[in-house]
């Protein structure tokens, strides 16, 4: 299990993070902001701010599917966690971010609590944060590349 909080500066304000951030919940946009990983999105409920979605991910070389749930309070908060899943990912794990202007970019502020199936525990945060920098930088080359 790997608990643990960080802090970054996303080079980009705040509207712009969130144009990119908005897109995760479309099916037909996340395959194309992260395409090592995410190899195709079904919505199955949206209530409110809180998004339901079948995933099948690709983590460590093999493929994996999963049930999320994402919840947006934009501009401040941006939450994913796990309801259910086959492999890799363990069910009621999530990664908050919280954000804040921060001059010409956005604070981020993490909190991760989340378990990885058949990983040893002092690999788990080291992987997870790994993980969690490649998605920031996958969002900010497709903001850059959609100009948006």
Excluded: C
Excluded at 16 to 21: E, G
Excluded at 43 to 56: A, D, L, Y
Excluded at 64 to 81: D, I, N
């Amino acid at each position: 299990m790997a608990r643990f909080t960080m802090q970054s500066v996303f080079p980009a304000p705040m509207e712009q993070l969130w144009k990119v951030l908005k897109l995760h919940v479309e099916d037909d946009q996340i395959g194309r902001i992260h395409p090592n990983w995410v190899l195709s999105q079904r919505q199955v409920s949206m209530e409110g701010n809180r998004w339901v979605m079948e995933r099948k991910l690709r983590l460590l070389g093999k493929n994996y599917s999963t049930t999320m749930a994402v919840e947006m309070a934009s501009p401040e908060m941006f939450r994913w966690e796990v309801v259910a899943a086959d492999g890799l990912l363990v069910p009621e794990s999530y990664v908050e971010n919280r954000y804040t202007e921060a001059g010409e970019g956005t604070k981020v502020s993490t909190t991760v609590d989340m378990r990885l199936k058949d990983v040893p525990g002092f690999l788990q945060g080291w992987m997870l944060k790994r993980f969690l920098s490649q998605g920031d930088d996958e969002d900010l080359k497709y903001l850059r590349k959609m100009q948006i």
